[in-house]
């Protein structure tokens, strides 16, 4: 079965650097990979996905993600962080080609942006 | 473009009752899929439906169950509630059934 980890529950970045948020997915062949970002009492707004094609995946809000399948890895990062990216982000992966097309979510990073 | 509306977006009920939870999805996506999405257990997987039928479900008592109408919109209900199902129900709608999902804001359910 296929499952994400999320290393680090929550990160701390101050504003302005960067910001790297990891996912790694278990799998034998190359799933869908989504991250999503989650702002308190709201739903999930979709960033940036990968199906196939491009590696690095250009997302909303200047977030950008790269497919690494030697790594099984999605890890996110955006170049300067705002106080405004401070929420929960979750990475989460089907893979429909093999008839899995639920989405499988990671535990969630909880980021926190200092000024 | 009209999102996903999620109907009501908070609910308390009381242990024993039944609650039904109502999903529209943007226009012209047929894939409506629920989550539950607690602190202990974060999001899983509840059921999807596709052109009205059933097309997958998790791992939920036969408590938890749902239907899709021609016009795609989607109900869920859970029968008997239990302190436990306090959570955000989110309803996520697809174009079809490998396309990425789009959220609403989700239903906070609150058992008492």
């Known amino acids: 079965a296929q499952s994400v980890t999320q290393l680090g529950s929550h990160v701390s970045v101050s504003e302005g650097a960067l910001v790297l948020l990891r996912c790694n997915y278990s799998s034998s062949v190359p799933p869908y990979l989504f991250w999503y970002v989650q702002y308190p009492n709201q739903g999930l707004q979709l960033l940036l996905k990968y199906t196939t094609g491009a590696t690095l995946v250009k997302g909303i809000n200047g977030f950008e993600a790269e497919f690494k399948k030697s790594e099984t890895s999605f890890h996110l990062t955006k170049p300067s962080a705002h106080m405004s990216d401070a929420a929960e982000y979750f990475c989460a992966v089907s893979d429909p080609p093999s008839g899995t097309y639920k989405y499988i979510f990671g535990t969630g990073t909880r980021l926190k942006v200092l000024a | 473009k009209a999102g996903v509306t999620q109907t009501p977006r908070y609910l308390i009920k009381t242990r024993g009752q039944q609650v039904t939870l109502s999903c529209s999805p943007i226009?012209?996506?047929?894939?409506v899929s629920w989550y539950q999405q607690t602190p202990g257990q974060g999001l899983q997987f509840l059921f999807e439906y596709f052109s009205e039928t059933q097309r997958n479900k998790g791992n939920f008592p036969g408590r938890f169950s749902g239907r899709q109408f021609s016009n795609s919109r989607s109900e869920m209900n859970v029968s008997t509630l239990e302190l436990g199902d306090s959570a955000l129900y989110l309803c996520?709608?697809?174009?079809?059934?490998?396309?990425?999902?789009?959220f609403g804001q989700g239903t906070r359910l609150t058992v008492v």
């Open positions: 226009s012209g996506h047929r894939s």
């Open positions: 996520a709608s697809r174009r079809d059934r490998n396309t990425e999902a789009f």
